[in-house]
C-alpha cells in the first residue's frame, strides 16, 4: 500500500465550486505539505503543517485554505475554483532527514 | 529571477553516456540540497540527498558548492530507464519549513 495517498485522483469542476482535495500518510511524519505544478514554473508550495495544530502559508496560499484533521490527514480546499487553479496538485510528507515523500497526485482542471 | 534554476534541456544521451546537470540557488540561506526523479505525470520521488562533501549512490554522483551556490548531479553510464525530469531543490531553515524546487531538466536517455 501506499504511503501517501491522495483524492480523488483526478477532477474536472467549474468555476465557483468548493473543492477539496484530500491527502493521508501512513509514514507517522508529523511535517505535511501541499504543493501545485504548473508547466515550467516546478513545484510551488501553497500550504505546510507541522503538527495537528500548525498551519502555515506558503509561497502561494491565496485561493485556497487547509486543514489538518489529524497527524495523517491533511485536506486542501478551493472555496470558490477559478480557471487558473487548474494544475497538477502533490501532498508531502517530510521526514527528520527533510527528505520528502509525495503522493500520486490529483490532476484539477476548472472550467 | 527564479530561487532555484536548471537547464530544462531535453538532454538527449546514448545508452551508457554520462550526463551532468546543474543547478544554482539564489538564497545562501540555504540548508539542505536534494535531488528528486519525476517521471511523466507521476509524483517526484527521492534520488539523492546533496551533502556538502559530496556523496555517490551507485551510478549517481551529487556535489555541492555552497561558495558557488551550485548543485550537480552527474550519472555515469546511462540506463534507458533513467529518462526521466530531474528536480533540484534547497530546503530552508533548520526544520526544513520551506523546499524551492527548480523546474527540472529532462533527460532522454536513447538506446
Known amino acids: 500500500d501506499a504511503d501517501v495517498t491522495q483524492t480523488p485522483r483526478n477532477r474536472i469542476t467549474k468555476t465557483g465550486k468548493r473543492i477539496m482535495l484530500e491527502c493521508s500518510q501512513t509514514?507517522?511524519?508529523?511535517?505535511m505539505y501541499w504543493y501545485r505544478q504548473d508547466p515550467g514554473l516546478g513545484l510551488r508550495l501553497i500550504y505546510y503543517?507541522?503538527?495537528?495544530?500548525?498551519?502555515n502559508k506558503g509561497e502561494i496560499s491565496d485561493g485556497y485554505s487547509v486543514s489538518r484533521q489529524a497527524q495523517a490527514k491533511f485536506s486542501l480546499s478551493l472555496e470558490s475554483a477559478i480557471p487558473n487553479q487548474t494544475a497538477l496538485y502533490f501532498c508531502?510528507?517530510?521526514?527528520?532527514?527533510?527528505?520528502?515523500?509525495f503522493g500520486p497526485g490529483t490532476r484539477l482542471t476548472v472550467l | 529571477r527564479k530561487e532555484v534554476e536548471q537547464d530544462p534541456g531535453p538532454f538527449n544521451v546514448p545508452e551508457g553516456a554520462t550526463v551532468a546537470f546543474n543547478c544554482t540557488y539564489s538564497?545562501?540561506?540555504?540548508?539542505?540540497f536534494f535531488w528528486y526523479r519525476q517521471d511523466c505525470r507521476k509524483e517526484p520521488k527521492l534520488l539523492m540527498s546533496?551533502?556538502?562533501s559530496g556523496n555517490e549512490d551507485g551510478r549517481f554522483t551529487a556535489q555541492l558548492n555552497r561558495a558557488s551556490q551550485y548543485i550537480s548531479l552527474l550519472i555515469r553510464d546511462s540506463k534507458l530507464s533513467d529518462s526521466a525530469t530531474y528536480l533540484c531543490?534547497?530546503?530552508?531553515?533548520?526544520?526544513?519549513?520551506?523546499?524551492?524546487f527548480g523546474p527540472g531538466t529532462r533527460l532522454s536517455v536513447l538506446p
Open positions: 538564497n545562501s540561506a540555504s540548508q539542505s
Open positions: 531543490v534547497a530546503g530552508m531553515g533548520n526544520y526544513g519549513q520551506n523546499f524551492v
Open positions: 509514514k507517522g511524519h508529523d511535517r
Open positions: 508531502a510528507t517530510t521526514n527528520k532527514n527533510n527528505e520528502q515523500f
Open positions: 503543517s507541522f503538527d495537528v495544530k500548525d498551519i
Open positions: 546533496v551533502y556538502s
